[in-house]
């Protein structure tokens, strides 16, 4: 079964001289040019402590830094998003925004391959996005550009808390965003979806380590890459999934599952069966390129017929998402 893409433009500013530009996002994405530090200061006064001029002599910040990672994206939500408050937890993942909104609005465009080509709008819409983390951005975003509702899964209690805190802390995501707890770690769609429940598409951005150990020596990999380029990367914000300084950012849920993103994507897939006439389009990141062709595997055992794999870019950053459909004849 081949594999379907999008085509992309994936290059990446090659000058020494300047700090890389965001050239490969997806057109609709917010976040294509340089981020415009004085409008986001203007919109979110306390960025400003956290801004100083990088080596190529143009304004950043320092990515190793989760406050002032934290700070850009409270202004990056409030700013074009129209989200005034947001905030999480010490030690749980600050995703980066501009990647978040790519899946977004990819998601849109396969939307459109179901419904004659025009993206479907408006809070009919639902979403679902599996492990949904305190950050709630997913859901933030998809609800801000195209008024779709969702509902946010996670196992973690305090996760759930703080995103529907922030739900409900804003007028403007206010009853567009419902968040369940998964009681049973060892089900994804299972407990979640209830028996009226029809979604447009399910989202997720799997654990990507297999043990705890694994995850830790991992974040301090990347602790550790980020302090010695610093500034290096103009936009490196993209390759910053959330760090603490002295400890790793995130929780275990978040962080890793027993087996790892190949073992939890495999049991995304053969849940989903059980799913098939309640979402039309099932979704999921896929961190590593190797994992694209096994779960191809899966679903194809499966007796899944429609697959597309979205390939998406962010600087330099490579990423991409499966999608999978059990409705007949989509035309691919």
């Known amino acids: 079964m081949s594999h379907s893409h999008f085509s992309k433009n994936q290059s990446a500013s090659k000058n020494n001289n300047e700090a890389p530009i965001k050239k490969s996002m997806h057109p609709r994405n917010k976040h294509n040019a340089k981020y415009d530090f004085p409008a986001l200061i203007a919109t979110s006064p306390e960025l400003k402590a956290f801004v100083e001029t990088n080596q190529y002599g ?35 993942l600050c995703p980066p925004i501009p990647g978040r909104a790519d899946y977004i609005h990819n998601i ?44 946010g899964s996670d196992i973690d209690v305090q996760a759930l808390k703080m995103a529907s805190f922030i739900a409900n802390n804003n007028p403007s995501l206010k009853k567009s965003i419902e968040c369940r707890q998964q009681k049973n770690e060892e089900n994804i769609f299972r407990g979640v979806i209830k028996p009226q429940d029809e979604f447009a598409f399910t989202m997720c951005n799997p654990p990507f380590h297999a043990s705890e150990e694994e995850a830790t020596a991992g974040s301090e990999r990347k602790q550790q890459n980020l302090a010695t380029s610093k500034s290096k990367k103009g936009h490196a914000y993209n390759e910053l999934k959330g760090v603490k300084k002295l400890n790793f950012g995130g929780q275990n849920a978040e962080l890793w599952y027993e087996g ?51 390939d998406m870019a962010q600087g330099h950053k490579i990423s991409r998402f499966v999608a999978w459909t059990f409705q007949a004849n989509v035309n691919l």
């Open 260 to 310: 790892g993103e190949i073992a939890f994507i495999t049991k995304m897939a053969q849940e989903s069966c059980e799913f098939a006439l309640q979402v039309q389009w099932f979704t999921t990141l896929i961190s590593k390129k190797e994992n694209v062709d096994t779960l191809y595997q899966e679903l194809a055992r499966l007796g899944v017929k429609t697959i597309k794999t979205v």
């Open 108 to 151: 849109a465009d396969l939307l459109a391959i179901t419904n004659e080509g025009e993206i479907p709008t408006g809070k009919n819409i639902r979403g679902l996005d599996i492990g949904v983390g305190a950050n709630c951005v997913y859901p933030i975003i998809g609800h801000r550009e195209y008024q779709w509702s969702f509902v």
């Open 58 to 92: 143009n304004e950043s910040i320092n990515f190793s830094d989760p406050l002032a990672v934290k700070a850009l994206n409270k202004a990056l939500l409030a700013h074009f998003y129209d989200v005034p408050f947001w905030d999480i937890p010490e030690g749980y």
